[in-house]
């Protein structure tokens, strides 16, 4: 199924649909630490961030890049190179060393990360809603390939590019999470079913972006 991006206007804003898309990363329950730090005029200096990354297909990347003119980089799986010259979704014969994450499951689509601040620069928490195929809240964690539409909301910036924060992820086609942020762990070959203390949960969220090194466009601050 391809992917389909529709952008409204909304009176001053704008509202970006991007449906059926494979998702990787979602942190959209309980924020992660941002990938930088705040900036000086940001009200609120909390670090943490719900996001996720998605891929999709060449079509809908030019709607996004070329119609949409959103202020995001997206990164071609096995292609192309982020800020430090370095691929930033690799193939499996593209990495080296101790490097074990590939994106073959992936390979030909784009990579992009969307994300929304823990609080607003008024210190009021942000509105992120996550349901699932029935319109419903959705509150298991999200798996890596799991497909999902997502609404992002955003104002243009004074180069006339838009600047988006996520506001809804529904998930279409839920892959359970394997480890992780879901609090258990589950192997029916050893007969595990436990639950993870919460030091465990939150020290695993935190290894699991640990090495992702990658700018994700530029982030204005603004008024999400």
Not at 51 to 64: C, H
Not at 69 to 95: A, E, I
Not at 123 to 152: A, H, R, W, Y
């Amino acid at each position: 199924m391809s992917n389909q991006v529709i952008v409204k206007k909304n009176g001053k804003f704008e509202d970006v649909y991007i449906k059926n898309v494979i998702c990787y990363f979602a942190s959209v329950h309980k924020p992660k630490q941002r990938h930088t730090a705040p900036k000086a005029t940001d009200k609120n200096q909390s670090q943490n961030e719900y996001s996720i990354t998605v891929f999709v297909d060449d079509e809908a990347r030019k709607a996004l890049e070329m119609d949409a003119k959103m202020n995001k980089q997206l990164f071609k799986v096995g292609v192309d190179l982020n800020k430090n010259r370095v691929m930033k979704f690799k193939t499996s014969d593209q990495l080296t060393g101790d490097e074990k994450h590939h994106y073959d499951d992936v390979k030909g689509l784009n990579g992009v990360q969307f994300s929304v601040k823990e609080f607003t620069n008024a210190g009021k928490p942000s509105q992120l809603t996550i349901v699932g195929p029935d319109g419903k809240p959705f509150e298991e964690d999200i798996g890596n390939l799991s497909t999902v539409s997502i609404k992002l909301w955003g104002y243009k910036n004074k180069d006339d590019l838009l600047n988006v924060a996520l506001s809804i992820v529904k998930v279409e086609d839920h892959v359970p999470y394997e480890g992780g942020n879901s609090g258990k762990i589950v192997d029916d070959e050893l007969g595990i079913d436990m639950d993870l203390p919460e030091k465990k949960k939150a020290d695993k969220i935190q290894d699991e972006f640990a090495d992702d090194n990658a700018p994700w466009g530029i982030d204005d601050g603004g008024i999400y």
